[in-house]
């Protein structure tokens, strides 16, 4: 079992940057995917990026943040990153970190270990 918890969140102007942090404990944190997820009030999560566990690991991003948005990890410090840029007011959204049991990416379903969230408010 891993326990996650989600910092970095806030307010920011359109345009501007936030960095997202997600320290776990537990077990084998080096040898899970992980992942980070946003949702806002009355609709589904969404999948925004996710990184694999391997040596040279992979990332995957959904469409709306790729080149504005990127995911790396820190195996040393048990702790994943979202590096978000030029944010937009359609990045308004509580972001979770989740951990996958596998060590590859694969599908967003197979994450199944959430933190609590954090909420990123961009205004317009």
């Known amino acids: 079992q891993v326990q996650l918890v989600e910092s970095g969140g806030g307010l920011v102007q359109a345009g501007g940057s936030l960095r997202l942090s997600c320290a776990a404990s537990?077990?084998?944190?080096?040898?899970?995917?992980m992942a980070w997820f946003r949702q806002v009030p009355g609709k589904e999560r969404e999948f925004v990026a996710a990184?694999?566990?391997?040596?040279?690991?992979?990332?995957s991003y959904t469409d709306s943040v790729k080149g504005r948005f990127t995911i790396s990890r820190d195996n040393a410090k048990n702790t994943v990153y979202l590096q978000m840029n030029s944010l937009k007011p359609e990045d308004t959204a509580v972001y979770y970190c989740?951990?996958?049991?596998?060590?590859?990416?694969?599908?967003?379903?197979?994450?199944?270990?959430w933190g609590q969230g954090t909420q990123v408010t961009v205004s317009s």
């Open positions: 537990g077990r084998s944190f080096s040898s899970r995917a």
């Open positions: 989740a951990a996958s049991p596998y060590s590859l990416i694969g599908n967003p379903r197979d994450f199944g270990s």
């Open positions: 990184i694999g566990a391997t040596v040279l690991p992979t990332t």
